[in-house]
C-alpha cells in the first residue's frame, strides 16, 4: 500500500519534508499536482467553460455526454454512450486489481443565472414537459465532469503506479434523483462488472478551497418528491360560497405540513418538508377548480422516511375533508421519484479519510458536518444489498477570502440551486482530481 507524508507545516512554508519511504510517493504527488494545474491552464479550463455556459437538463445532457464521451476516448478508455438514457461509462483496464467505480453527475438545473460572472449560462432548453427553461449549472456539476476528465488523463498516464480497472460513470439527471436508478436498470453491472469499491465527490460553496470532507457514516439525507392535486369546484370570486376554493385549503394545507417535523417526529431526528411549488387559478375573480403543489420530502433514516411520506398524505386528505369535499374530489397525494440516504461505508471512509489528510496536508481535511438535508442519488450505486464500499467526499468551493468578507458583512455565499450560485472552479476541479487520484492509488496499489 503506497503512502503520501506531507506535514502541514512543511506545506505552509512552501517546503517539504521528506518522510522515510514516502519520498518517492511525495514526489509523484507533487507532479500530479503540478501536471493538473499545467492542464487545466491549458485544455481544462475550456472545458470547464463550456460545460457551464452550456448546461443540459436532465436526460437532456446529449450534448455534453458526447463531449465527455469524445474526451474520455481521447484519454484511451473504451467508451459506451447511451447507458440509462444519456449516461456514458469510460472503462480503462491495468492489470489484476480491483474495480473501482468513480462517478460524476452533468446536468444543470432550470434555473436563470444571476451570478453576474462573465461566463455565465444564458442559454434556454426545453425540458421533458415540452416548457422552455434557462438552464444553469446552479450546483456544480460542471466541475465534477472537468475533475473526471483530469482524473482518467492523469491514472491513464500513470498506469505504472496503479494496477486495476476503473469504470468512469459520467451520470444524467441526479438532480431529479434518477438517473444513478437509470443506469443500474440498464444493466450498469451485468455489462461492465460490479465494482470493488465506488467513489464520487460533490463540490461545496460552504466548504472552502483546499479542505476535503467526508463523513464515517451518513453524508446526505433520503429525498423524495410528491406531488398533492387539491381539487375544488369552481365558482365567481364574488361567490365563494357557492364553491370549494382550492387555493384556500391547498394555503392550509401548506400550512399543516409545517407541524410534521415540530409535532409529528421526534425532535432528535432531523426531517424537512418544503414545499417548493403552488399553482392554482387564472383571474383575479375566478376560485378554480384545482391547485397543485410540489413538495421535497428529506429525512436521515428510512422509517422517519416512510413515517413522513405517510403523514404528508393523511394531513392533506383529511384537510381536504374538513373543508368539505366531496367524497368523489378527494385530494391526491402522488409519490415521485426519490433516493434512500447516502452513506459512506465506515471501514472504507476511516481508511480514505486518512489518505485524503496524509496526501494533501493533515490541514486539508476537515472533519464533517451536515449542514443541511441534501440529497444523493449516488446511493443506488452502493445499495446495501449489493455490498459495494462507497465514498463520497465534499470539495471546498469558495474561496477563503469570499467566505472571510462574507462572515465580516460582505455579500453572503449563495447556496446550491440558488441563481447566484458561483464556486472558484480552477482550485475546485485540481483538488477535487487530486483527490479522487489518492483514493484510486491506495485502494489499487502496484505490486
Known sequence: MRRFHLAASALALGSVALLGTAQPALAEDLATKKAIEAEYDSSLAPLFLDFHQHPEMGFLEKRTAGIMAAELR???LEVTEGVGGTGVVGMLRNGKGPLILIRADMDGLPVEEKSGLAYASKDKQVGEDGKEYPVMHACGHDTHITAMIATARRLAATRSAWRGTLMFIVQPAEEGVRGAKAMMEDGLYKRFGKPDYALAFHVAAELETGKVSASEGIQYSSSDSLDIRVPGIGTHGAAPHLGRDPVYIASQIVTALQSIDSREISPTKPVVVTVGSFHAGTKHNIISDEAKLQVTVRANDEETREQVIATVERIAVNIGKAHGLPDNLPVEVKRLSGTPTTNNDPALARRLNAVMSRELGAAAFQPFEQKNMGAEDFTYFVAPDLGIPGYYFAVGGTTPE?????????????????????????????????????AVMDLAPAK
Open 74 to 76: 481521447k484519454a484511451g
Open 402 to 438: 469570499r467566505l472571510a468578507a462574507a462572515k465580516a458583512g460582505g455579500p453572503p455565499i449563495a447556496g446550491h440551486h440558488s441563481p447566484l450560485f458561483q464556486i472558484a472552479p480552477r482550485e475546485s476541479i485540481v483538488l477535487g482530481a487530486r483527490a479522487m487520484i489518492a
